[in-house]
Structure formats: C-alpha cells, structure tokens
C-alpha cells in the first residue's frame, strides 16, 4: 500500500525551529518531485518548496534564508527544516510525493500533514 507519511509538528515560540520529515513508502520505484506544501486556517493550500528528481530546488518567497528542503532520494524521505519561524507559518504542512503504482501509474500522493503552532 503506498503511503505519504508526515511527523515532526508540533508547538514553537517565535523564533524556533523544526523539522519536518515525510516518507514515502509502498513504492517499487524511488519517488519523482517531492515537496512541501501549507494550509493556514481561513488560507488556500500553498507550496512551501520542492525538489524535483533533478535535484532542483524551489522556495517560496515567504520562507527564503529560513526553511531548508532536503531529501534523502534512496529512502524517498523529505526533509523541511524550518527555522526563524514566525507566527505566520502557523498551518498544516503537507507532503507531496510524485510516485508510482502499477495500476496508475506516475501520480501525486498526499500525506495527512502535520501541524505547526508558532505561538508565544
């Protein structure tokens, strides 16, 4: 069974830092473009940042010179480290993962996400 997997949330002050991580599994084949993805409450799902199979790496403006993606290709697992967290980056942080099946193909899969509270 393919599964997208999210942990590392939880409670920070202002000025913190975590790291998120999200694995993919149930795969025959390493994951293609991996990313992270936010839904603040009231806001629309946004993109964080991503890494393509390339290596290619994409920010959004909103979290250059504070959040670092990373990812360990082999164990198709994401890594988001967030640090200066500001009350703002308060949302679910979602993963998304380009993977493949037999019977679908080459698709996105979303994990559950995982929480982030930025609060004093």
């Known amino acids: 069974q393919v599964q997208v997997v999210e942990s590392g949330g939880g409670l920070v002050q202002p000025g913190g830092s975590l790291r998120l991580s999200c694995t993919a599994s149930?795969?025959?084949?390493?994951?293609?473009?991996m990313g992270w993805y936010r839904e603040a409450p009231g806001k629309q799902r946004e993109p964080v940042a991503n890494?393509?199979?390339?290596?290619?790496?994409n920010y959004a403006d909103s979290v250059k010179g504070r959040f670092t993606v990373s990812r360990d290709t082999e164990k198709n697992t994401l890594y988001l480290q967030m640090n200066s967290l500001k009350f703002e980056d308060t949302a679910v942080y979602l993963c998304?993962?380009?993977?493949?099946?037999?019977?679908?193909?080459?698709?996105?899969?979303w994990g559950q996400g995982t929480q982030v509270i930025v609060s004093s």
């Open positions: 998304s993962a380009v993977l493949r099946t037999p019977s679908t193909g080459w698709r996105p899969y």
């Open positions: 149930g795969i025959e084949f390493n994951a293609r473009d």
């Open positions: 890494v393509t199979r390339w290596g290619a790496i």
